[in-house]
């Protein structure tokens, strides 16, 4: 006999907009409240006109983890979960933990933005 799904008590939902102002920094997209938060969609929409690079960080008790770095194209809508950096998986935060991204290798093209979703449950 299969065992029963579990469903997300708590569902997340959780954007940001890393803009101008924004883009050298480290932000925290989602602050973990739950024993186990689990994130099932990861985008982010490139809206400047040239490629960036987003570092993608889980963030314990105020030190940063790096996860890895993802190319987010010019224009375009890309699926970080997808990537190689999570290997197509969704993937837990713990109580108090954090989800934070930057993009560092350049900021944002002044007027342009770039969008961060991320959608998922608690446990």
């Known amino acids: 006999m299969a065992s029963k799904p579990a469903f997300p008590s708590t569902p997340i939902e959780a954007g940001f907009v ?16 739950g024993v186990d938060s689990k994130i099932g969609v990861f985008v982010a929409f490139n809206g400047d006109t040239i490629d960036k690079v987003l570092t993608i960080y889980r963030n314990v008790g105020g030190t940063y983890f790096k996860r890895g770095e993802v190319t ?23 109580t108090g933990n954090k989800l934070s991204v930057a993009v560092q290798t350049s900021a944002v093209t002044a007027g342009k933005q770039i ?3 991320v959608e998922g449950g608690t446990y």
Do not use: E, M, P, R
Request: charged fraction near 10%; avoid cysteine; proline fraction near 0%.
């Open 72 to 94: 987010l194209s010019a224009g375009k809508l890309t699926d970080i979960l997808a990537s190689s950096v999570f290997g197509n998986v969704s993937f837990s935060i713990k």
């Open 115 to 117: 969008d961060i979703f």
């Open 18 to 33: 890393i803009n101008n102002a924004t883009a050298l920094n480290t932000v925290d997209v989602y602050t973990s409240v």
